[in-house]
């Protein structure tokens, strides 16, 4: 079969299904998309709020709980206690199909109907203020994470330890500050680091130790800016920063971000990779056009699929992993699932479900929500195997028949996810508005619901000016203070205005030497992320000049195979044209690694 391109439904553009595209879909038995990558992957991400917890009162008990989602969101909430036990069932929720009505209604219908779980967290322990978590213990305001002990303040935490304002980092411990790291210890205002150890300041390190300031370093101790100095002479150097100053920290940070630019980036963003296209995608074999991606195999067009073990054989699959596979056009899935399609929130080794939502530990589901461990639903009305397995069909040529069609005028027939505007969630909740930002008056044009932020009138105890700037100057009465956020809600990143040091939280800074944080965890967080590409790629060229970089920025330490000839590799990259980033390729790249 030869590449075809077609056109978006939804923003118009043209994208091209290729031959092993048409594979897959004839594998999962599902017809091609009619929404480009992009698009697909913003309707998915409409359904994810990655972070925001909310004050609300449990549909059950009446109580106060904390849930993912907000008081005025449309859906039906129980604390997870009482969602996981028997004092309710979801068969009680079954229904028949009704041939007259778009099925995507009638799910609709149903989902609002079911009560949802509070939070997405899988055996939690002492870990209330976390969300998306499996097996996470003493942990406070982590998410999306896989066995992470006694870290707060993180994302995307996979088997980490006495982590603290990090965000996609794996198996790593005593780190802060950092971004994508994997086996690292004690690494602090890093990113992109591997297999390293006391690093300050540093970028795309591997196998390293004691460094400071350094930039695609391999196998390297005691580097200083990238140069080799003695133990002494290199502690003697990083002494005079001051690092438990926020004045010195200031100081390294503007320091270190400007040597960093004067290097090469390889292309794509990854490391131990056969036959890979994406950025942050590592230890994995043929994965295409992905984002955020670890230990996994035959993917493409997938998103945060970073929690081990790794998954394979999915498309267009965001956020989670934990073995899953044959999983596509999916979100929020993992933990054992196999043979998904459309499914939001099904997880635990869940498989041959489609449409499901929220469901888990079952199998041969279409159309549900909330089910746990069963069997042969449909609407959450069980039906006998034969009977399953004939109105599944009946279900599908209906769906083509009379598709459902969005406010936007898209047509949703079967082989489509679940339209944006069915979810719970308004658009500026979810990582949506993340990677593909839109004004309130946009999102609203466009179907989605948006939510204005609650009205926070904290009351400062501590002005930013009086907070103390050295950390040998700080004492644990500062755990008693409400501190004034340096940005003061004028950042547009979710600025809670203030913030509290917890007692954990003000024992890990005098551990490490550091001075106390100005920003609140949310703004810290998206701070931490402008290190972090987007989604998207771009068509690329290798400005490897030959002696030098295009632009003249950086001079090649070594002789390339194509001497001082221009370099013509093409590729598909991660950077923005424009952003005054040095590219190579990987080719080029290699040679210049020390």
């Not at 038995?29 to 990655?50: D, I, L, S, Y």
């Not at 008081?71 to 039906?76: G, I, Q, Y």
């Not at 090649?556 to 093409?570: E, L, Y």
């Amino acid at each position: 079969m030869n590449t075809e391109a077609r056109q978006c439904q939804n923003c118009k553009n043209s994208f091209n299904i290729e031959p092993d595209d048409f594979s897959f879909y004839e594998k999962m038995k599902v017809p091609p998309p009619t929404f480009c990558p992009m698009c697909r992957t913003q309707r998915r991400w409409a359904f994810r709020n990655a972070r925001g917890l909310y004050k609300r009162k449990c549909d059950f008990s009446g109580k106060d709980i904390f849930s993912m989602y907000s008081p005025d969101s449309p859906v039906k909430v129980y604390d997870r206690d009482i969602w996981i036990s028997d004092a309710w069932d979801p068969i009680d929720y079954g229904r028949d199909i009704d041939w007259s009505k778009p099925f995507l209604s009638q799910l609709y219908e149903l989902m609002l109907e079911v009560p949802f779980k509070s939070n997405n967290v899988i055996r939690g322990v002492n870990s209330d203020y976390s969300n998306n978590a499996t097996d996470p213990k003493n942990c406070y305001l982590v998410f999306n994470t896989t066995v992470p002990e006694d870290c707060m303040y993180s994302n995307g935490l996979n088997y980490s330890r006495e982590c603290v304002d990090v965000s996609h980092v794996s198996k790593c411990e005593s780190c802060y500050q950092s971004f994508w790291l994997g086996s690292c210890y004690r690494s602090h205002y890093c990113s992109q680091c591997v297999d390293s150890s006391d690093l300050w300041f540093c970028k795309d390190c591997q196998g390293c130790m004691n460094c400071f300031g350094s930039v695609n370093l391999r196998n390297k101790n005691y580097h200083f800016f990238n140069e080799p100095l003695s133990k002494e002479d290199y502690e003697e150097k990083v002494k005079e920063y001051k690092l438990h100053t926020k004045n010195g920290i200031e100081k390294a940070l503007e320091e270190t971000r400007k040597f960093w630019k004067k290097f090469p980036n390889k292309n794509h963003q990854g490391i131990k990779n056969l036959d890979c296209t994406g950025s942050y995608v590592s230890n994995s074999k043929n994965v295409k056009d992905s984002f955020l991606v670890r230990e996994s195999e035959n993917m493409r067009y997938c998103q945060y699929i970073q929690e081990t073990p790794g998954s394979k054989d999915c498309y267009d699959y965001s956020n989670w992993g934990c073995g899953a596979e044959l999983v596509y056009e999916s979100i929020s899935c993992g933990n054992g699932v196999q043979n998904l399609k459309f499914t939001w929130l099904t997880q635990e080794s869940t498989h041959d479900a489609e449409y499901t939502i929220a469901c888990f530990g079952s199998s041969y589901l279409f159309g549900c929500v909330g089910i746990r461990k069963k069997e042969y639903c449909i609407l959450n009305k069980q039906y006998t195997k034969d009977e399953y397995l004939d109105l599944i069909e009946k279900i599908k040529k209906h769906m083509n028949d009379l598709p459902y069609t969005d406010k936007n005028g898209n047509i949703y027939r079967y082989g489509e996810f679940l339209p944006a505007e069915m979810s719970p969630w308004a658009y500026n909740e979810t990582i949506a508005q993340e990677y593909f930002p839109l004004t309130k008056e946009e999102a609203i044009a466009k179907g989605y619901r948006w939510r204005d932020p609650d009205v926070k009138d904290y009351k400062p105890t501590l002005l930013i000016e009086n907070v103390p700037t050295d950390i040998t100057n700080a004492d644990d009465s500062i755990t008693k203070e409400i501190i004034e956020c340096a940005h003061r809600g004028e950042c547009n990143q979710g600025c809670t205005k203030a913030f509290r040091i917890i007692a954990d939280e003000f024992a890990f800074y005098k551990k490490i030497g550091v001075p106390l944080p100005i920003l609140c965890p949310a703004c810290r967080t998206m701070e931490r992320l402008k290190l972090r590409l987007g989604v998207e790629l771009y068509d690329g060229t290798c400005m490897c000049g030959g002696v030098e970089s295009k632009d003249g920025i950086y001079k090649n330490q070594v002789t390339h195979p194509h001497s001082d000839a221009q370099c013509h590799n093409n590729f598909k990259t991660g950077f923005k044209p424009g952003r005054g980033d040095v590219v190579y390729c990987e080719s080029c790249y290699q040679q210049e690694v020390d």
